[in-house]
C-alpha cells in the first residue's frame, strides 16, 4: 500500500475514465469481457488506496450514454458484470466504510440492476472514509439536459425566479449536486479525450492522461500520479504570483 500523503496539495476528489479494457484483453487474445472483469478488480484497489492517499471522493466512467453502441453481447456482459459487481462487493464496501452513489440516467436499466444499486447506495449512506461515485449510463452533456429540463420546470412552476438562475443554480440540479467538483481527472490507456465525462464540474480540473491501459493501472502507479498534481499550481482563470 502506498505511504499516507498529509499534503494540503493532495486532490479531495479525483475522478477518473477507466479505459483500455477491451484492448487489454484483445492483446492477451481474450476477449473484451475479459478486460472488463480485470478492470472490476482494479477498481476495488483503487478505492482501498485512497483514504492513505489522502482522496475522498473518487468518481469513475463505467459505463456511457454512447456505450450503447457497443455489441450487444458485450452490452449485456457488462450489464451482468454490474450486477455482480455490487452483489459481491456490497458487504466489502460497507466494512471498509466506502460509500457509493450512482449518477446517469436510470431509465433505461434493467430495474433489477436499478434495484441494486438503490441498495447499495442505501446500504452505505452511513460511511464516511471515501466517497465513491460510479457514473453509470452516464454522458455530460445528457446530464446537464435533464439538469435545465428539470430547472426549467421549477421556473415555471414559480418556485424559482428566472432572474435568480446563476451556474450554482443549475449545479443544484446536477447529478453531483451533493459533490464539490473534481480537482483532478485521469484517463487511463493513453487517450487524450474526456468523452462526455463531467463537462460542467470539470471546468477547472487538473487533467492526467496515461498510457497505461485500465487494468494496468496499479494503486502505485495512481500515487504517482497524485503525487505530480500536488506540483501543479491551480489558477482558477487568475494570473498568480
Not at 452505505?124 to 439536459?145: F, K, M, P, Q, S
Not at 426549467?152 to 424559482?160: D, K
Amino acid at each position: 500500500m502506498p505511504a499516507a500523503d498529509s499534503s494540503p496539495q493532495a486532490p479531495q476528489h479525483v475522478a477518473i475514465i477507466m479505459d483500455g479494457n477491451g484492448r487489454w484483453a484483445t492483446a492477451r487474445g481474450r476477449p473484451r469481457l475479459f478486460g472488463h472483469q480485470a478492470g472490476a478488480r482494479r477498481v476495488s484497489e483503487i478505492v482501498e488506496a485512497c483514504p492513505d492517499l489522502g482522496v475522498r471522493y473518487l468518481t469513475i466512467f463505467a459505463f456511457s450514454t454512447e456505450n450503447w453502441k457497443r455489441t450487444q453481447a458485450e452490452v449485456s456482459g457488462l450489464m451482468t458484470l454490474f450486477r455482480r459487481y455490487i452483489i459481491k462487493e456490497a458487504q466489502r464496501l460497507l466494512n471498509k466504510r466506502v460509500r457509493v452513489r450512482f449518477i446517469g440516467d436510470r431509465d433505461r436499466l434493467d430495474p433489477k440492476l436499478v434495484k441494486l444499486m438503490d441498495e447499495l447506495e442505501t446500504l452505505t449512506a452511513g460511511n464516511d472514509h471515501v466517497n465513491l461515485t460510479i457514473a453509470l449510463n452516464y454522458g455530460g452533456r445528457d446530464e446537464v439536459t435533464r439538469a435545465t429540463r428539470r430547472l426549467a420546470h421549477e421556473v415555471a412552476a414559480g418556485r424559482i425566479d428566472p432572474d435568480d438562475v446563476g451556474a450554482e443554480t443549475l449545479s443544484r440540479f446536477l447529478d453531483t449536486h451533493t459533490l464539490p467538483d473534481p480537482d483532478l481527472v485521469i484517463r487511463t490507456s493513453g487517450e487524450a479525450r474526456i468523452s462526455n465525462f463531467l463537462l460542467w464540474q470539470s471546468a477547472y480540473a487538473e487533467y492526467e492522461f496515461v498510457d497505461t491501459l485500465w487494468p494496468d493501472f496499479t494503486a502505485e502507479k495512481f500515487a504517482k500520479v497524485l503525487s505530480g498534481y500536488g506540483k501543479r499550481e491551480r489558477r482558477y482563470g487568475a494570473v498568480l504570483g
